[in-house]
Structure formats: structure tokens, C-alpha cells
């Protein structure tokens, strides 16, 4: 027997982002007919109880949808390495050196390759890399929201898997 899915809020968005599957997704729930009803009446009990609560959820979930972003830049552009090296010497991220470039010495003439290199050294142990540091405040966030909207999606304990 389906459940009748209820009229979600106002107050909360359904585009761009759409808060009831952004919710559903931090609770790695699937898109069922009793998930989607579940969540939709505890949204709906947030939104007549505070709604000064629903704005802080959409701003963590805003947050949320920044830093993935940010971060699927970073992959798309191929730096996203960079954030997670301790150190990292090579070719200054974004630039791909020409082969007049590369050439160190042709003949009497020499190039000063250097320009074209950097070298850094990020902080120690693998919990302070980029990715990591991005991916701690995004699960944080999520469980503030599911935390917030009282939505486990029927797992014992939400469960928060980076996306």
C-alpha cells in the first residue's frame, strides 16, 4: 500500500536545491515511498515548530553543497592531489611548462626554469591534508542537519558517507 507523500513546507526549497533529498542523501536512505513520507512529515514538524531552524538547516546544507563543489573542482582540475600532499614539488598547478619551457640549457642560452616550479609543505599527518580537513567539516555538517531534522533514515544510527 503507497503512502500518500505529504505537501512539503514552503519553507523549505525544492530548487536549485532540493532540501528533502539532500537530507535523504546525507542519511544514505533510499528514495522510498516510506522514506520519502517519513522525512517529508519530519521536515514539515521543523518548519511549524522553528522556523529559524529551517533556515540554519538550509544555510549547513548550502555549506554542504559549497565545500563538494569546491571540492569536485579541485578533482575536475586536477589539483585536488595537491591539497593532500605534505609535500608537493613539480609544475605550478594549473600550468603545463611548453617544451621551450622545460629546456634547461640549448646551446650557449639557458632558461630559468625555476618560474615554472613550486615546492611547499603542507601540515603533518593525513587528517590535516585538504581532503581530509573538507571531508571532516561536510560529515559534521551532516550530521548536524539529520541531527537537526530528526531523520535517521530507519538506520539505528545515521550513517554519513562523503559523497
Not at 573538507?134 to 559534521?140: P, S
Request: proline residues 5%.
Amino acid at each position: 500500500m503507497a503512502l500518500p507523500l505529504p505537501t512539503l513546507n514552503a519553507l523549505w526549497r525544492t530548487t536549485p536545491i532540493d532540501d528533502r533529498d539532500a537530507i535523504r542523501s546525507y542519511a544514505d536512505a533510499p528514495a522510498t515511498e516510506v522514506n520519502l513520507h517519513r522525512l517529508t512529515v519530519a521536515m514539515n514538524l521543523m518548519a511549524e515548530a522553528s522556523p529559524a531552524a529551517v533556515a540554519k538547516v538550509k544555510r549547513w546544507i548550502d555549506e554542504i553543497e559549497d565545500l563538494e563543489s569546491i571540492w569536485a573542482d579541485k578533482v575536475a582540475s586536477g589539483t585536488a592531489h595537491l591539497g593532500n600532499a605534505e609535500e608537493y614539488e613539480g609544475p605550478v598547478p594549473g600550468t603545463t611548462p611548453t617544451r621551450d619551457q622545460q629546456l634547461k640549457r640549448a646551446d650557449v642560452v639557458e632558461w630559468d626554469t625555476n618560474l615554472l616550479r613550486v615546492r611547499y609543505r603542507s601540515g603533518a599527518g593525513g587528517a590535516a591534508t585538504e581532503g581530509a580537513v573538507l571531508a571532516a567539516r561536510v560529515n559534521e555538517l551532516k550530521g548536524q542537519v539529520l541531527t537537526a531534522v530528526g531523520f535517521d533514515g530507519g538506520h539505528s544510527g545515521a550513517r554519513i558517507i562523503r559523497s
